[in-house]
Structure formats: C-alpha cells, structure tokens
C-alpha cells in the first residue's frame, strides 16, 4: 500500500523550495518598487490634501461679503458658490461640536497644514429658529470662540470665506454680528 502511495503522489525535493524562492523574488522586485509606492501615496496624499485655512483680513468690510441664503451652504456648486468667495449668511448659532464633521478630509489635510488646521473650532447652526437645516461645517478660531460667546439658538450673521474641503467646502468664519430680534 505505501509503495502505491508513494508511486501515486510524485516526490521532488525541489517543489518544497520553491514556493520560498519565489516569494524571495517577490519580495527582491517589491523592494525596488517601495520607494516608487512611496512616492506615489505622498502624492496622492497631497493632492487630496484639500483644506485651506485663509488669514484673517485686517480690515472687516461688511460689503465686500456676497449675501447669501442659508440652504445655499448645502450645495455650494448648484448656487453658484466656489471656493475663496466671501459670503455672509444670517443663521441660528447651536454648539459648538465635540465631533469633527470632516474626520477623513481632515486627516487627508494634515500633511500641508499640520498645526492650523486643528487649530479650528467647528460649529453647528440651523437655518430657522424651528431647527431645520442642520450645516456643522462651519469653523472659526478658539479666540472668536472666546470672543464672541455664542448662545444656543441665537440669531446671527456670520461673514466668511468659503472654502475648499474635498469633496464639498466649508465656511471659515471671519466675523460675527448678533442679529436684533424683531
């Protein structure tokens, strides 16, 4: 029995190698290619690094600012918006966020803006004082945070600038005006 065993399955000393020399010379052709798909991730990092952080303007003129309408936020593109347009959009403050509303495209931001970009502090607000239209892509500094010293469901326009967050834009806050109740 075992000499038709040993007749049925071929023996060869060199099959048991070979898997080993091939996985050697796979790993002798993805060593030359390591810095090559390095070099390629960085760039794709790069460029769907998307966040931009403006410097505040020195000067704050209310008319140089494109008012808006508040559903306009949810699609820049289909109402004419585009990234590096300043826009004022009266709004209902709610809270600041524990959470980040663009975790991915933040992270994918870190390689061009390591310090700054985490430097914002997101909020949300609501279109009406009836809480519809919920927009949690808007950020200023820890300063205007402290600063301003927001209430929830406040009346507010805001002035900023939009900017780019792949895929979408979101509003760097640059100002803050109470809006009187009527």
Wanted: aromatic share 14%; with cysteine; glycine share 6%.
């Amino acid at each position: 029995m075992e000499k038709i065993a040993a007749q049925a399955t071929p023996r060869h000393e060199r099959s048991r190698w070979q898997p080993h020399s091939q996985a050697i010379s796979l790993r002798r052709r993805s060593g030359r290619s390591v810095p090559l798909l390095a070099l390629l991730l960085c760039g794709l990092l790069a460029l769907s690094a998307c966040g931009r952080l403006q410097p505040q303007p020195a000067g704050f003129d209310p008319q140089a600012y494109t008012p808006i309408e508040y559903q306009d936020l949810f699609a820049p593109g289909p109402a004419g918006l585009h990234a590096g347009q300043k826009v004022r959009v009266k709004a209902y403050f709610w809270q600041y966020v524990d959470y980040d509303p663009a975790m991915v495209r933040n992270y994918l931001t870190l390689p061009r803006y390591p310090i700054r970009w985490y430097q914002l502090r997101w909020f949300a607000t609501y279109g009406t004082e009836n809480l519809t239209g919920y927009y949690d892509l808007a950020a200023i500094t820890p300063e205007q945070a402290e600063q301003y010293k927001l209430q929830r469901l406040e009346p507010i326009l805001i002035y900023g600038e939009l900017s780019p967050l792949t895929p979408g834009l979101f509003l760097q806050v640059f100002y803050i005006e109470p809006v009187p109740e009527d």
